[in-house]
């Protein structure tokens, strides 16, 4: 598994990213999860050749996740501003 594999789906800026995933990288993430889900239930170890290496988890919903606090941080500013009447 990956370290964005892990983040709590439970947050609507999470669930926001993860719409904006390609249908790959959702099928990806989605594997990884069963396989983990899989061995877990098996009480099995993942093969160590086939442990995720720390130079190759890179952060592919790290980008999205920040694209979308930046997006909600624009909304809440432009939907807390005051109009004043003259």
Do not use: C, G
């Amino acid at each position: 598994m990956r370290y964005d594999d892990l983040l709590r789906e439970e947050t609507p800026i999470i669930q926001e990213a993860i719409s904006r995933l390609s249908r790959e990288e959702i099928d990806l993430r989605n594997y990884r999860h069963r396989r983990a889900f899989q061995l877990s239930l098996s009480h099995q170890e993942l093969p160590s050749p086939q442990w995720t290496k720390a130079e190759d988890d890179v952060k592919y919903l790290q980008p999205l996740i920040e694209e979308v606090r930046q997006e909600y941080a624009e909304r809440d500013a432009f939907n807390s501003m005051r109009t004043v009447r003259k």
